[in-house]
């Protein structure tokens, strides 16, 4: 494997889209939910351990050579919010384009063809990191950083709070990072022999819920 | 794991058709904690109550409910009183699974009380639902973390739903201590005590699809990725949580 591809994959300047998203921050700042840096943190805590678990381990698994069709139909079943299904897939596309550019390889053009107007956002993820001779530990940490570091950064514009302390959260996060990564791997190798259910299925309940208010506000600051 | 001291305890309802309109119940079997009563029926529907003759699930325990509508049956299923989880003598953790499998042309109700965490509990659901093409299903799970003012316990509550085969929701809900961190945080419950799921199954949403909408603030009806919709509402208190409920089923049909 290449550290520096990984570097590549991980940089938040890679132009996949992932910035027009909060990951549910928006809404949970117009709520109250999220005040401060302790707030953002917990938020940030519990977004780890539920929906970027998910999303990590559907990237390991896919980079790992799983069915990417059925990791897909996976992602849906364990995105019950419409909203959240459409920005994920959105997400997915605007990936594949940056990803078949950047490590052309025949599966990812596959899966283009399988999902035209694109496929769950980790399942690309987790392809191409494939493409890039990435491993399904790299793919588990791209997924699992990007679930928190997009809500942390969205933070920093929406309530103004300091980069410093933003940044400062996202490294208090890194010890619990690594295990949920280790956890998805884990869980991603079971999906080889036991099927997709053997993946992470833990949800947010408000996560869910305030992608569905946030979905309808007729102005907003991030597309989800 | 369920330490070997603890009750097993199962369940089983069968129900068809009768042939005349009606649903008859072949099978109604339950035993210690998972008694089963007939109650009267409306027209075509059999009528079930998971009647509590123990407390529990304590710690250690492992409960089974399998209820089956085969071809034909219209079966409603209800509780006489919430399920209270309570610690065992032993720290172990208690199990509690339900397996839900509706044919085609056959209808399911499965409408328990509230299942209340209390502290020191150690609870872990599995409710597995699998319905044929054109089943139709009304599920209705709602958790309360702890007894009034009380610390609750430990729950994690996992749901699935297949529709010929497909799962189209698969989700977990862990929370109390233990669980994952962040789970009554900004993102998870963020204090409320009361969080529920209601699931509704029917053919006619392969091609008219409910749309998305939201009730209140910890609120939503979501079209799932098949022909079924999910409420998900957080409140402060269980009464609160089933009005929402409600207005989500309402809004269904």
Do not use: N
């Amino acid at each position: 494997m290449s550290r520096a591809a990984l570097l590549v994959l991980a940089d938040g300047r890679f132009p996949a889209g992932g910035h027009a998203h909060s990951g549910g921050a928006e809404a949970a700042v117009k709520a109250g939910r999220i005040t401060d840096a302790a707030s953002l943190e917990e938020f940030c805590r519990g977004r780890l351990h539920t929906g970027a678990a998910m999303t990590a381990a559907l990237a390991a698994a896919a980079a790992l050579g799983v069915d990417p069709t059925g990791l897909d139909r996976a992602a849906d079943a364990r995105t019950p919010s419409p909203a959240l299904r459409v920005a994920a897939r959105k997400l997915g596309r605007q990936l594949m384009r940056a990803a078949r550019a950047t490590w052309p390889h025949p599966e990812l053009d596959a899966l283009a063809q399988r999902f035209p107007k694109g496929a769950h956002q980790p399942v690309v993820l987790g392809l191409t990191a494939r493409a890039a001779g990435l491993g399904p530990e790299d793919a588990a940490y791209c997924s699992a950083y990007e679930g928190v570091s997009g809500p942390a950064t969205a933070v920093v514009r929406l309530l103004g709070l300091d980069p410093f302390d933003a940044t400062a959260v996202l490294a208090r996060l890194a010890p619990e990072l690594d295990r949920v990564a280790q956890d998805a791997v884990d869980a991603a190798r079971r999906a080889m022999t036991d099927g997709v259910d053997a993946l992470p299925a833990r949800s947010a309940p408000l996560l869910e819920i305030g992608a569905e208010v946030h979905a309808g506000w007729p102005v907003r600051l991030f597309a989800s | 794991m369920t330490a070997p001291g603890g009750v097993r305890a199962t369940a089983a309802i069968v129900a068809r058709g009768d042939g005349r309109g009606g649903t008859s119940l072949p099978v109604l079997e339950g035993e210690g904690p998972l008694a089963l009563r007939r109650t009267r029926g409306s027209g075509t529907e059999a009528r079930v109550m998971l009647v509590g003759a123990m407390s529990g699930p304590l710690g250690g325990d492992h409960f089974t409910v399998d209820a089956r509508a085969e071809q034909g049956a219209a079966l409603w299923i209800g509780s006489a009183a919430a399920t209270l989880a309570l610690p065992g003598q032993d720290k172990a953790a208690a199990r509690y699974d339900v397996r839900l499998t509706v044919a085609d042309g056959a209808e399911l109700h499965w409408l328990p009380e509230q299942l209340i965490s209390a502290h020191g509990s150690d609870l872990y659901v599995g409710t597995r639902v699998d319905l044929a093409t054109s089943a139709r299903l009304v599920l209705r799970e709602e958790q309360v973390l702890g007894r009034t003012g009380e610390e609750p316990g430990r729950l994690t509550s996992r749901l699935t739903v297949r529709i010929a085969g497909r799962c189209v929701l698969d989700q977990e809900l862990a929370c109390g201590p233990g669980a994952p961190g962040g789970w009554d945080g900004p993102a998870g419950l963020a204090g409320h005590r009361a969080v529920g799921q209601l699931v509704v199954a029917r053919p006619e949403f392969a091609t008219a699809p409910p749309a998305a909408r939201v009730l209140a603030d910890g609120a939503a009806v979501m079209p799932l990725p098949g022909p079924a919709a999910l409420v998900t509402a957080v409140a402060p208190d269980a009464l609160r949580l089933r009005r929402l409920l409600d207005a989500g089923l309402a809004s269904l049909c």
